[in-house]
């Protein structure tokens, strides 16, 4: 059974880590770990940098051939990338990945984790990690504790999750914000195609979260779809320019008439 989300009591523990991988998530783990005295990140891997080292002096490494000894090696790199890079470090550390869709066992090493930030990451905002939950699964009662310590050096939250319920979750995670982004795509162009501000709308996609406070999504549906109002349905659909909205449109309209029947 998933366990709920938890905050525990900080307290003083030092672990040694190093990091690889320096995307959008990898840069804002860096920064997270540089502010906290309870981790000494040993070196960072990022292969795009002509660095050394960083502004605040940690080891920047281009190759996997030649890492210091760390306690943890937490891998925030690409999906596919996790069994080549897991392959190359040591085989009887800790080793952790950030992945929501890819299953623990993608590790090689025995003693292997994950470490998955229910968030969206990107280059220029800054999370707070105080207001974000990790996923996180072990093989050990031990290692999960290490992992647990770990978020509580961010401040963050935590749920423990076995694979199945973490790619269950990833997938939710992608139709509330990366499904819902590409559709805030289509309503941006819509509202440039009739001279209009997209931050028109701005206050009505905060209501639609906001809502979802209160009540269930179930509860919160409306529109045109739901109320079967074929003549509003008819009129977008002789609007809309775009051959693929036009069969969002109607894959949608037809979703949320078959969920909510009659």
Known sequence: MMTPPSVFIIFTLHMKLTLI??????????????????????????????????????KI??????????????????????????????????????????????????RKGVFYPIQSFSSNRTIDFSQITFGLESTTENDFKILQKLAQSLYAKTIQLNSLQRQGLHLAAVLVNNFTNHLFSHAAKVCEQNELSFDILQPLIQETVDRLNLISPDEAQTGPAIRRDQKTITEHLRIIEDPELKKLYQLLTKSIQNYHGS
Request: glycine content about 6%.
């Open 61 to 110: 490494t281009k190759s996997l051939d030649s890492l210091q000894k760390a306690e943890i090696y937490l891998m925030a790199v690409n999906d596919d990338a996790i069994p080549s890079v897991s392959s190359q470090l040591p085989s009887n550390e800790f080793v952790i990945h950030t992945s929501g869709g890819t299953p623990m066992t993608a590790i090689s090493q025995k």
């Open 21 to 58: 991988g320096a995307g959008k998530l990898g840069k804002q783990l860096y920064y997270e770990f540089v502010k906290h005295p309870s981790i000494e990140l040993i070196e960072w891997i990022d292969r795009s940098s002509n660095s050394k080292q960083t502004a605040e002096g940690i």
